[in-house]
C-alpha cells in the first residue's frame, strides 16, 4: 500500500507546515502584544517618574522661594531697626548739641538776624508776630531792637528747641525758622543722609516705635 502511505505522510506533512505556520503567527502576536505591554509600562513609570521629579522641583523651589524671602525680609527689618538706632543716637546728639548753642550769646545773635532776613520778606507787613519758645521770652527787647520803626508782637510759640516763626495775618505769611521744624524735615530725610534705605514694602515694615525728632 505504498500509495496511501504516500498519502499519508503527505498529509501529515501538510498538517504539520498549518500547525507550524499557525504556533509562529500566534508566537508573533503574543510577542507583539507583550512588546505593546512592555512600551505602555515604560510610558507609564517614565510619566511618574517625571510627575515626581517635576514635583520636587516646584516643591524646592518654592521651599527656597520662601527661604530668601524669609532672609530678605528679616535683612530689611534689621536694617529697619539699625536706622532708627542711628537716628535716636544722631537726634539725642544734636538736640544736646543745640541745647549747648541757645545758651550762648552766639544764640541771641543768631536769632536777631535771622529776625531781620524774615521780617525783609514781610516787609510790607504791619502786623509782624514773632514766636519764640518759653525760654528765650527773655530776648524780646534785644529782638525788637533788631527792627527799629516796626511794629512786632511777641508771644510763646508751640515749639521747645529754639528758634522762631514770623508771621502776618494780613499778608498770610508764615516764616518758620525754627529748630523743632528743621528737626522733622532732617527725619523725614534721616534714612537717605545716612545712606540707609529700605525697598520693603509698607506692609512688610515692622510695627516698632521710630525716633521721634
Not at 122 to 150: C, F, H, N, W
Amino acid at each position: 500500500m505504498p500509495e496511501l502511505s504516500e498519502k499519508l505522510d503527505r498529509f501529515t506533512a501538510l498538517l504539520l507546515s498549518q500547525a507550524a505556520a499557525e504556533n509562529e503567527h500566534t508566537m508573533q502576536e503574543l510577542k507583539e502584544k507583550h512588546d505593546a505591554a512592555l512600551s505602555s509600562a515604560e510610558d507609564q513609570i517614565l510619566l511618574e517618574a517625571y510627575t515626581y521629579i517635576h514635583g520636587e522641583v516646584s516643591r524646592i523651589r518654592s521651599e527656597q522661594g520662601r527661604k530668601v524671602s524669609r532672609h530678605l525680609l528679616e535683612s530689611k527689618q534689621a536694617l529697619y531697626r539699625r536706622r532708627e538706632e542711628i537716628a535716636g543716637e544722631v537726634f539725642s546728639l544734636v538736640r544736646e548739641r543745640i541745647g549747648a548753642f541757645t545758651a550762648t550769646p552766639a544764640y541771641a545773635d543768631q536769632l536777631r538776624v535771622r529776625l531781620q532776613e524774615a521780617a525783609a520778606q514781610l516787609e510790607r507787613a504791619e502786623d509782624l508776630v514773632l514766636y519764640l519758645r518759653s525760654a528765650d521770652l527773655s530776648l524780646g527787647g534785644q529782638l525788637r531792637e533788631a527792627l527799629p520803626g516796626r511794629s512786632l508782637d511777641i508771644r510763646p510759640g508751640p515749639f521747645a528747641l529754639g528758634g522762631l516763626i514770623l508771621e502776618s495775618a494780613s499778608l498770610h505769611l508764615r516764616l518758620d525758622a525754627s529748630y523743632d521744624t528743621a528737626m522733622e524735615e532732617l527725619s523725614g530725610h534721616f534714612a537717605s543722609l545716612v545712606g540707609l534705605s529700605l525697598a520693603a514694602p509698607a506692609d512688610e515694615i515692622p510695627e516698632e516705635g521710630g525716633a521721634q525728632a
